[in-house]
């Protein structure tokens, strides 16, 4: 199954491209950070991240486009306790690391000849695991590498919205999306205990038309 994700998605995203024809077309990157925190059966807070991608905006229809997206995402979460034995507060913060698909349609809000341009999207991700590490703190023991205890992949679904500052081929943009995962993340051992990625993210960055 793992395999088959693997490929069907890139597979996907070149048939798109494949069929863009003269269709209108931008590319640019994106970087900002992320605050993630797992929901499910165990009560999280968040934790900061850094996110880093590219991608190409694709008109379909009238104000309608496509933007197929690659980062490099760091999610996670930390929980906030008390050590038991000493009664001092405790921290114990779980990195995941995930390049991270996302393939949102949207519909661009902007009124003819303004320089910004609001837009609104929404589509399903998928994630590749890279890193899953465990800190402690304070603890002097080192970072627990828990890669094995988490699926290999990830999905979900992204909502956004964004704005684009330029008229002409070139424009910064912001946006500002959350990142709902659906999956449980948690190996087949521990799926009896459901945790789900959540991230809340902050965007910037440049595109121009090609």
């Given amino acids: ?19 863009v024809g003269h269709a209108q077309l931008a590319v640019g990157v994106r970087a900002g950070l992320s605050y993630a925190n797992l929901g499910g059966d165990v009560k999280t807070d968040s934790k900061t991240g850094f996110m ?19 980062y490099y ?15 001092s507060p405790i921290t114990t913060e779980t990195s995941l690391d995930y390049i991270e ?34 800190v402690t703190d304070p603890s002097d023991d080192p970072p627990v590498d828990c ?6 992949y990830d999905f979900g679904i992204v909502f956004g919205i964004g ?3 330029g008229s002409g081929p070139g424009a910064f943009v912001a946006d500002l999306r959350y990142d709902l995962g659906l999956a449980n993340i948690n190996d087949a051992e521990r799926e009896t205990v459901s945790n789900k990625n ?3 993210q902050i965007l910037i960055g440049y595109r121009r038309g090609i």
């Avoid at 199954?1 to 069929?19: D, E």
């Avoid at 760091?74 to 009664?87: C, N, S, V, W, Y």
């Avoid at 890669?147 to 290999?152: A, I, L, M």
């Fill in 73 to 87: 995402a760091q999610k996670g979460a930390k929980i906030e306790g008390f050590d038991l034995a000493t009664g």
């Fill in 147 to 152: 890669k094995d205890s988490v699926k290999s």
């Fill in 198 to 200: 959540r991230a809340i």
């Fill in 52 to 70: 880093a991608g590219a991608f190409a905006s694709i008109g379909i229809s009238g104000n309608f486009f496509l933007q197929p997206e690659v």
């Fill in 163 to 165: 704005v684009e500052f």
């Fill in 1 to 19: 199954m793992k395999r088959l994700i693997a490929i069907a998605t890139p597979a996907l995203l070149v048939l798109m491209l494949a069929n």
């Fill in 101 to 134: 698909l996302q393939v949102p349609v949207g519909i661009d809000l902007s009124i003819e000849n303004e320089t910004v341009n609001p837009r609104a999207y929404a589509g399903p991700t998928l994630g590749f695991a890279l890193r899953c590490e465990v």
